[in-house]
């Protein structure tokens, strides 16, 4: 199987403190997993990414996990502002190229 | 850098009637894929393309055709546009199966 689960579907957070996305994958060749933010009427953009050989990565104010053992990557949004309200998609990598979560609706309130 | 461009930007069809939605990439990817994003939903794989006149169907094929003309095209037919149908398509494209860069949408409504 290729499906990608995504967790939470909605997440409210408030302004200044993080907020933790959490995808599962089936496919165990999968070894790329990126992590897109769309926001409305937008196209969906690469914000950060990590590789099999990896297990953490920063840029900014974004970490990503991953435990290849438990097929099992995150998104963290430390200090979360405003502008971080967005939907944020998983993906990993299979034989059809990426498969996508379903997607989370981050909201930041004040 | 690159960009993908996709035409027309928003289309307006009637039902049953057959759509063509175009899409351009200048990065020289090999693949190339069309999406369907209902709104606030998912992105669901409709076709990619590995290579020029290569065609491989996604989840979401029936109903669609798709055409890859040459390595920077790609083209997605709705064969017969359902009444209400209301839906953001989105082009991308990458090297094999790493980075996608998506294009800015079509926008589908069916009268």
């Known amino acids: 199987g290729e499906q990608v689960e995504q967790l939470p579907s909605i997440l409210r957070v408030q302004e200044g403190s993080s907020a933790s996305i959490n995808c599962t994958y089936e496919?165990?060749?999968?070894?790329?997993f990126p992590w897109y933010k769309q926001e409305p009427g937008e196209n969906p953009k690469l914000i950060i990414d990590?590789?099999?050989?990896?297990e953490r990565k920063q840029t900014q104010g974004l970490i990503v996990l991953l435990d290849k053992k438990a097929k099992r990557f995150s998104l963290h949004i430390t200090d979360t502002q405003p502008g971080d309200s967005a939907m944020y998609f998983c993906?990993?990598?299979?034989?059809?190229?990426?498969?996508f979560g379903l997607g989370t609706r981050v909201s930041v309130f004040p | 850098g690159g960009i993908i461009t996709q035409t027309p930007k928003f289309l307006i069809g009637q039902e049953g009637q057959k759509l063509t939605l175009k899409c351009q990439q200048n990065?020289?990817?090999?693949?190339m894929y069309w999406y369907r994003q209902d709104s606030g939903k998912g992105l669901r794989l409709i076709y990619y393309?590995?290579?020029?006149?290569?065609?491989q169907k996604g989840d979401l094929s029936e109903g669609y055709d798709a055409s890859r003309e040459k390595k920077s095209s790609f083209s997605l037919t709705v064969t017969s546009a359902q009444k209400n149908e209301m839906a953001v398509f989105l082009c991308?494209?990458?090297?094999?199966?790493?980075?996608?860069?998506f294009g800015p949408g079509t926008r589908l409504l069916v009268l």
């Open positions: 991308a494209s990458s090297i094999r199966e790493d980075t996608q860069y």
């Open positions: 496919n165990s060749a999968s070894n790329y």
């Open positions: 990590i590789r099999s050989n990896m």
């Open positions: 993906a990993a990598s299979g034989a059809q190229g990426l498969t």
């Open positions: 990065f020289n990817h090999d693949t």
């Open positions: 393309s590995i290579t020029e006149n290569d065609l």
